[in-house]
């Protein structure tokens, strides 16, 4: 399952917000319902299906205990994270301290990045954007160059 698109959507005065139905077409093909939210980098949250979330706690667990930044971010990471069910309605509820954490407000955009979808507030993903789009090219430079000397 590969998640990819944007989607703009409201949060409502509940903290819920609507999956749009490619999400959740993707998200259905999985074998357990719910997702997990979790903080993310630059502001957002991710969400992932229980399959992603295993993978990414196993890539976690495999990381040298001895640093102290993995057992702060393992800390962080782990006490912020938490499931999610999809209502009848299609809809998931963010629970506060994490839509604080990301400063979620009304208007939101949820951003498919691959195995996971990042939920932002709409202008924290707009300013992002603006700063990074300009770079398109040397990013995909470096992050290709990256792949590669991991595939070697």
Do not use: C
Not at 135 to 145: F, G, H, P, V
């Amino acid at each position: 399952m590969l998640l990819t698109g944007n989607f703009p959507r409201t949060l409502d005065e509940k903290q819920r917000v609507a999956l749009p139905k490619p999400l959740r077409a993707a998200w259905a093909d999985t074998a357990e319902a719910g997702l997990y939210v979790a903080p993310s980098t630059d502001g957002s949250l991710a969400l992932y299906s229980h399959a992603s979330f295993r993978r990414l706690a196993e890539r976690i667990s495999e990381a040298p205990t001895a640093g102290t930044d993995v057992r702060a971010f393992g800390r962080l990471f782990y006490a912020n994270a938490s499931s999610l069910e999809i209502d009848g309605q299609g809809r998931i509820r963010i629970p506060q301290e994490l839509a604080k954490w990301a400063n979620l407000q009304s208007e939101v955009v949820l951003v498919g990045v691959g195995d996971h979808v990042e939920l932002w507030d709409a202008v924290r993903w707009q300013t992002y954007v603006a700063q990074h789009q300009a770079r398109y090219d040397q990013l995909s430079e470096a992050a290709l160059d990256q792949t590669a000397k991991v595939s070697r």
